[in-house]
């Protein structure tokens, strides 16, 4: 199996796809880029101004064309949003050149990570615990789609990002 040409990065909030993917990216030679990050340099605003001022729609049409530009390139680790997963056509776009590892961790553990967060629109709710529930029931299964799996639970990005490495290299030598 050879070394993937890129590789893509999802998974619920809280799973820790931009840490990782920044610990994981020199490992194997390959540049980060942040699809939500590259969406805010594009608009020149925050995602939750994007979500406030022009609603989620217009997010996800954003996060699609962002998808598919940077799905066309080599040797990146992209690092997704946890709603990627919604659109299908995100995920086939992501596997023309990119392995696609999914980050997992239980509900519980994701609301330890993202209580205090207030960059998190879709968390920005009285009952977050709910809400973490609501939506990971819906989305639990689309992560699925993934080649590699990964739980995140009691780990830290930089010992997922080695546990990936590790993977990935025994994954070649076979
Ligand atoms: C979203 C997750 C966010 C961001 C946006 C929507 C989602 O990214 O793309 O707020 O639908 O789960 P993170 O997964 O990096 O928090």
């Keep these: ?15 820790g796809k931009t840490s990782v993917g920044k610990a994981l990216a020199p490992k194997l030679g390959f540049r980060v880029m942040d699809v939500d990050t590259y969406i805010e340099s594009h608009e020149k605003r925050k995602i939750s101004e994007i979500f406030d001022k022009s609603g989620e729609a217009y ?23 946890g709603g990627v997963v919604l659109d299908p056509e995100n995920i086939q776009a992501l596997r023309q050149h990119a392995l696609i590892i999914a980050l997992l961790a239980s509900p519980e553990t994701i609301y330890e990570r993202v209580k205090s967060s207030k960059h998190r629109p879709l968390l920005q709710k009285e009952d977050v615990m709910a809400e973490i529930r609501h939506l990971y029931e819906d989305r639990a299964p689309l992560y699925q789609a993934a ?11 930089s010992q997922v990002a080695q546990i990936i490495f590790e993977a990935l290299n025994k994954r070649n030598s076979v």
């Design 147 to 157: 080649d590699l799996k990964f739980e995140t639970d009691g780990q830290t990005p």
């Design 59 to 81: 997010f996800r049409s954003l996060e699609k064309k962002a998808v598919s530009e940077l799905a066309q390139q080599k040797g990146l680790v992209i690092t997704t949003g």
């Design 1 to 15: 199996m050879p070394k993937p040409e890129s590789i893509a990065l999802i998974g619920f909030m809280g799973t």
